[in-house]
């Protein structure tokens, strides 16, 4: 028992989600309604996701991995039936004898080397389209020194305390803004700074929102980058609190998957009986 409950612990330290904001700004300048962004996907229990088409929603893989499954999702307040779950093939969960070693002796090296190798991606496929709400399109651009738009609903705090990894993880709608500073492979990433580096909105990102999107705005539109995994704590991520200044955060950039992307959303459903399956990309 004791494993199981530090284990996810520990994931629960690695998936990130809502909005950790500065000390200095009140938590109302970054309150949002949900009509600011309708594309934001509720998952059960916690977690989000973003509407890319109408029928699709796109997330993290742990998001849906750790629940026995996703029946529906909320987009733009509204539930929605969910057809299928596709998780990315090369999805990798840490072997528990990892985890024991590294917590026996606070050496996270390779778990952290082992999570920056799997592909964190999934997507959700509804019963009905979306019809009320536009889909957001996948930035294709490198996100490299953008300013970037981040939102959840999950675990809230500041930035010099961090948040109570044991607080609760569903609280009200929030949004913050943050600048990438690395823009690589499987990943994007950027740094919570302090006073007087931050942005006037500089937030970071708690437990409890993985597979929240990282926005870009080019126009009047904002495209999704990345989407929500997992940060980067200083010293041991078991007796830290998340969501300090100078910890990173991690998303999927979802570019690097685009072609896997729209061959799953072309593909037909596979009759599994489940709603959740595995599917390989040629």
Same mark, same amino acid.
């Given at each position: 028992?004791?494993? =199981? ?5 520990? #994931? =629960? ?19 949002? =309604? ?14 989000? +996701?973003?509407? !890319? ?12 991995? *750790?629940?026995?499954g996703v029946d529906a999702v909320v987009v733009g307040g509204t539930p929605y039936a969910v057809s299928r779950v596709v998780v990315h ?18 050496? *996270? ?11 964190? !991606? ?21 996100? #490299? ?16 305390? +961090?948040? $109570? ?7 009200? /709608? ?11 492979? @499987? *990943? ?18 708690? $437990?409890g929102d993985s597979g929240s999107p990282i926005l870009v705005a080019v126009g009047d539109e904002w495209q999704v980058a990345g989407i929500?995994?997992?940060? @980067?704590?200083? +010293? $041991?991520?078991?007796?830290? *609190?998340?969501?300090?200044? +100078? ?13 896997? !992307? ?8 596979? /009759?599994?009986?489940?709603n959740t399956e595995i599917q390989n990309t040629p």
């Amino acid at each position: 028992m004791r494993r =199981a409950v530090l284990a996810f612990f520990l #994931l =629960a330290s690695f998936g990130a989600g809502a909005v950790v904001i500065r000390d200095d700004v009140p938590d109302m300048r970054y309150r949002m =309604a949900i009509s600011e962004f309708p594309a934001l996907a509720d998952v059960p229990g916690e977690g989000h +996701g973003v509407l !890319i088409a109408p029928r699709w929603v796109l997330t993290a893989a742990h998001v849906v991995g *750790w629940q026995p499954g996703v029946d529906a999702v909320v987009v733009g307040g509204t539930p929605y039936a969910v057809s299928r779950v596709v998780v990315h093939p090369d999805y990798k969960k840490p072997p528990q004898d990892m985890v024991d070693a590294a917590i026996k002796s606070g050496d *996270w090296g390779a778990f952290l080397a082992f999570m920056a190798a799997s592909d964190d !991606i999934a997507l959700i496929e509804l019963v009905e389209p979306v019809r009320d709400v536009v889909p957001v399109r996948i930035y294709s651009e490198s996100a #490299l020194g953008k300013v970037v738009r981040i939102m959840g609903r999950g675990a809230t705090g500041t930035g010099t305390r +961090g948040h $109570n990894p044991h607080g609760p993880n569903r609280t009200d /709608l929030r949004q913050g803004y943050n600048e990438i500073s690395s823009s690589e492979g @499987r *990943w994007i990433g950027y740094t919570f700074d302090p006073p007087p580096a931050a942005l006037p909105l500089e937030a970071s990102l708690g $437990n409890g929102d993985s597979g929240s999107p990282i926005l870009v705005a080019v126009g009047d539109e904002w495209q999704v980058a990345g989407i929500t995994a997992w940060k @980067r704590v200083q +010293g $041991n991520p078991m007796e830290t *609190w998340p969501g300090k200044y +100078g910890q990173t955060n991690y998303g999927v950039r979802v570019e690097h998957y685009r072609g896997w !992307i729209e061959k799953t959303i072309a593909a037909p459903a596979k /009759l599994s009986g489940r709603n959740t399956e595995i599917q390989n990309t040629p």
